[in-house]
């Protein structure tokens, strides 16, 4: 019987409806993508003539003092005219929202088939409601989400708000309710709010292309599964530019005492070890563990056990602070408390850290953390516990933060948090597959996976406990490695991937430590890393 070539699916018909022609950088970067994708192409450019927003001076005078001391190069706020950055087929002039020829437009819009309207700035959404068959998208920002934001992650910054999000909202029908396109959670720059809006933009700019193609990919089911947005939560997000002068006072006093932290005091991670059957650590209760502490001017992070032999070791990440960079290190360690030296066993013109330990057919390898290489390489232990051989390279040209492999029967998975160019590296948990640990590696349709600073990075190996398999994750806010999520997987499959929150591990109360970022076990030897803040007198 003769094979039937199957027909790739047409391009979803887009239409982009702006209120002036230039509009910021993102925005403009975010359609050039999607003119450039095998799920879409643009084909109307609608834009109004208003005037720009209006920025009150005191913000004037500290955007441009902030930008020189924390902006890009490449300002994603710059505003461009956007029918000469995207490619498109044809544009539109439209008329003022009290002009009588709308009907005008809208019958020559309708007469283009459009699958999705995407409404940019201050356009009239109701009069775009019914020229598109999956309705009228729009980028919206903070919490509640709003689609008017002048400032995107100015106010969480300045108010010192943990958390800054953002996120693409869906509208099918005028009177019909708002579902959530796409959502994403970052952790705050407090110290900057035009470091802070950089970093929001540059990840948000992705979020179109990915609901596209994910709508391209499976239609109206995709829909009925975006999550639908309460009424309660769709209130204003406040003013479009926080304006109390006070506001601008409170963020310079943070800076200050954020400077006086870092003159007065050194930010150290160690690690902490137990012996026992339990797998876990109680409401962040440390007081079984031994801990590790470094020498006063390096840290000691990210660690995993080893048993070989009846003994036991922990390699981890070394970083002296004088280097910059890290390398990896291990130490042995007995159940009365002793260990040995620190000793160096892998080190690269480049930052290692994370070293992932995995046995396969009866060989070590080690995935240690590459990120500033652009790649995700395996190495062979050709002599333990200190000479190892790169075997392979698993991943080339990304940037894989904290690459974790997991093998589910007959399928290997490698988890890792993957960062859109100028943003948070902690914010996205991506996956990717392959038939072998030595095969090859592919990503995986929907990524990235998760898109929350709250639990997206890997902070650990995936294990069982009863009939759940675990995830262990980093919390984030309110600071890098707060804590330890603990997340169960509901799905994981070539077609989907899901995991509820089932526990937290925190810092315990009233104790040194202000955050817990990784969590191992080999045997019966449980690790995990700990920060704390000591004095530099």
Request: proline fraction near 7%.
């Amino acid at each position: 019987m003769e094979a039937v070539a199957l027909r790739p699916r047409p391009k979803l018909r887009v239409g982009l409806f702006a209120d002036r022609r230039t509009q910021p950088r993102w925005v403009a970067k975010a359609f050039a993508r999607v003119a450039c994708s095998e799920c879409a192409e643009i084909t109307i450019i609608g834009h109004g003539d208003a005037p720009p927003a209006r920025v009150s001076w005191p913000w004037r005078v500290y955007g441009a003092l902030d930008a020189s001391l924390f902006g890009s190069d490449a300002d994603p706020s710059q505003p461009l005219e956007l029918a000469a950055q995207v490619p498109h087929g044809r544009t539109l002039a439209l008329p003022a929202r009290s002009a009588s020829q709308a009907g005008d437009w809208r019958a020559e819009v309708a007469r283009l088939d459009l699958d999705v309207a995407f409404a940019l700035g201050d356009v009239d959404e109701d009069a775009l409601c019914g020229l598109a068959r999956f309705g009228v998208w729009r980028f919206c920002f903070g919490e509640p989400p709003s689609a008017q934001c002048a400032a995107p992650g100015f106010r969480e910054a300045v108010e010192g708000a943990p958390l800054t999000s953002s996120g693409l909202t869906i509208r099918l029908a005028n009177g019909e309710g708002l579902r959530a396109g796409f959502q994403s959670w970052s952790r705050t720059y407090a110290y900057s709010a035009v470091r802070n809006r950089d970093l929001l933009l540059h990840k948000t700019a992705s979020f179109a292309l990915r609901a596209l193609r994910d709508l391209h990919r499976s239609g109206t089911a995709w829909l009925r599964r975006c999550a639908r947005i309460p009424e309660t939560a769709r209130a204003s997000a406040g003013p479009a530019q926080p304006c109390a002068l006070r506001n601008l006072a409170g963020l310079g006093a943070r800076v200050l005492r954020r400077s006086l932290q870092r003159a007065l005091c050194v930010d150290q991670w160690m690690i902490g070890y137990r012996f026992g059957a339990s797998h876990d650590v109680p409401e962040g209760d440390l007081s079984e563990f031994r801990r590790l502490a470094p020498p006063t001017d390096r840290l000691w992070a990210d660690p995993f056990p080893f048993c070989a032999g009846g003994a036991h070791y922990i390699f981890f990440e070394e970083l002296p602070f004088a280097a910059g960079k890290a390398h990896i290190s291990m130490v042995r360690v007995d159940r009365e408390g002793r260990s040995s030296a620190a000793v160096r066993v892998l080190e690269r013109d480049y930052h290692l850290s994370y070293p992932f330990l995995i046995v396969h057919r009866g060989v070590l390898y080690m995935i240690p953390e590459s990120a500033k290489s652009r790649t995700v390489d395996l190495y062979r232990c050709v002599e333990f516990p200190d000479r190892w051989k790169r075997e392979k390279t698993l991943l080339e040209g990304i940037a894989c933060y904290d690459a974790t492999v997991h093998r589910e029967r007959d399928r290997w998975w490698m988890f890792a948090n993957v960062a859109e160019d100028g943003a948070h590296e902690d914010d996205e948990l991506h996956l990717f597959y392959a038939d072998d640990l030595l095969g090859e590696w592919r990503p995986h349709p929907r990524n990235p996976v998760k898109s929350d600073v709250r639990c997206a990075r890997p902070a650990g190996r995936l294990y069982r406990e009863g009939e759940a398999l675990l995830r262990p994750a980093q919390i984030g806010v309110p600071l890098y490695g707060s804590g330890i999520s603990l997340n169960r997987v509901l799905r994981l499959s070539l077609q989907d991937y899901a995991e509820e929150e089932v526990a937290r591990i925190m810092p315990p109360p009233g104790d040194r430590v202000l955050g817990l970022h990784t969590l191992n076990r080999a045997g019966d030897l449980s690790v995990i890393d700990a920060f704390v803040r000591r004095a530099r007198l």
